[in-house]
């Protein structure tokens, strides 16, 4: 039961800034310990080439890592539109971002374009905890009405 209910705080609660920061130091771990320059990987190693039809496109490992971004900031829009098991998510979301902003301002190895598409989606995930799920909450359980949705009454017929 523990073990359960501490998978659905890892997999439900946490922010997905926090696992892209996770998944970004890895990757300059990796980079690190194999003799590289992080910064020169994210930025120059290619990860794999998608084909097209007439030619292909090689995708870098950061250009990878914006996709992941992007993934994840879907991710969250869905999450902030369940209002069950969200206790905390928005101080930890708050957390992220500020770890993300300081992390790009004060490491060089986070000092590329590519992570502060990170910091991005932290702002972004927060505005998305606060405004829609408060419009989330005020819709399921009936608070407000179309006046407090709309500033205005809404009458139908």
């Known amino acids: 039961m523990l073990r359960r209910g501490l998978l659905r705080f890892v997999f439900k609660g946490v922010p997905g800034t926090f696992w892209l920061i996770g998944i970004y130091t890895i990757i300059n771990l990796v980079a690190y310990f194999g003799g590289n320059e992080p910064v020169d990987v994210i930025n120059n190693d290619i990860l794999f080439t998608l084909p097209l039809v007439k030619t292909s496109v090689p995708m870098m490992v950061g250009d990878t890592f914006v996709v992941l971004v992007l993934l994840s900031m ?15 998510n928005d101080l930890m979301s708050l957390l992220a971002f500020a770890m993300a902003g300081v992390l790009l301002i004060v490491v060089p190895w986070y000092g590329t374009a590519t992570f502060s598409f990170v910091v991005v989606a932290g702002a972004v995930d927060l505005m998305l905890d606060r405004v829609i799920g408060q419009a989330v909450a005020r819709r399921d359980f009936g608070i407000g009405g179309a006046a407090g949705l709309y500033g205005h009454e809404h009458h139908s017929g």
Do not use: K
């Not at 869905?78 to 905390?88: C, N």
């Open 74 to 88: 879907a991710l969250e829009a869905w999450r902030a539109t369940r209002i069950h098991d969200r206790s905390g």
